[in-house]
């Protein structure tokens, strides 16, 4: 009998990248051909938005927020071999694992990290208010679901990529039931990914015009020799409502809930007309980056206008130098 020959291992493809604009000095700048998806990408849907990416076997994984047809957020499995056009699945995953209460199919504003073999999945989910939903997989076919990690009510669940001090990570925001008028971000940690303790307080809203409301935590944090690179989200109050920006900070590497620094203004506004324009205008919600560890390139992700998906990218050391000028500690 011949033996079958080993399946050839894929190469994974650059990230997607477009130089900076000539002339321009902005630490972040878009995709010039944003969004790259939008409102009908899939027939249940209409809107896509609020997404998160990653590497994988050669290809990229995507987990998408899909607003289906009767105003339901769900959650969509999706596949590109360019992290640019995506193939996405019109039915939503299915978890199994977990208490049969938590299986709604209600979800919004995944995350995904990857630790060691294991690809993590964080989300909104909803148990008696919006709480973080966690689920695991190695294969993106199986999708276990896990204990929801904290009490209602608490959105923007982002873990890191590695255990500190052997404990799992995460940081997310407690909230209110509603549209939360409020929020600062916390840092917890746990030794199984179900029990969760040692919070801290990491960041305030309030103190910087741009998010005088409310911030929260974006993609997964990048380890630099500097610290943990956080991409996070603020919201202002202004005449026609919250206008939602981006934002970068340095979390110390050991004690991540010890802010190094601080950008003092937002590092990426709503001004096109697919991030002020839409199902609710004037959003820029950072959920996920591709990173080249080798040179610092930083494709980032992030929901417009709770509508679109877009892109924008910077350089990882031009990020870290600029939050250092804003040192903060604590």
Known sequence: MAKSSPRKKRTQPEIPWSPRPEGSKDLVWRYPNNPILGRRAIPCAQAIYNSAVIPFEGRYVGVFRADHLNGMPNLHLGWSEDALSWKISNDPIKFTGGDAAYR???????????????????????????????AKTRDFRKFERLENAFLPNNRNGVLFPRRIGGKYAMLSRPSDGGHTPFGDIFYSE???????????????????????????????????????????????????????????????????????GRIT?????????????????????????????????????????????????????ELVAEILKYPVGK
């Not at 995904?112 to 208010?129: E, Q």
Request: with cysteine.
């Open 104 to 134: 709604s199919g209600y979800g919004y504003d995944p995350r995904v990290c990857r630790i060691g073999a294991d690809y993590f999945i964080t989300w909104c989910a909803d148990y008696h208010g919006p709480t973080i939903g966690v």
């Open 265 to 317: 203004g937002p590092i990426l506004m709503p001004e096109l007309d697919y991030e002020t324009t839409g199902s609710v205008p004037n959003v820029v919600f950072p959920c996920a980056t591709l990173h080249d560890e080798k040179d610092g390139r930083i494709a980032i992700y992030y929901g417009a206008a709770d509508t679109h998906v877009a892109l924008a990218f910077a350089w990882r050391d």
């Open 190 to 260: 746990s030794p199984d990914l179900c029990h969760w303790g040692v919070h801290r307080h990491v960041m305030s809203s309030g103190s910087l015009w741009w998010e005088g409301v409310k911030i929260g935590s974006g993609a997964v944090p990048i380890e630099t020799d500097k610290g943990w690179l956080l991409l996070y989200h603020g919201v202002r109050s202004s005449c026609n409502g919250f206008v939602y920006s981006m934002g970068a900070a340095l979390l110390d590497l050991e004690k991540p809930w010890i802010v190094r």
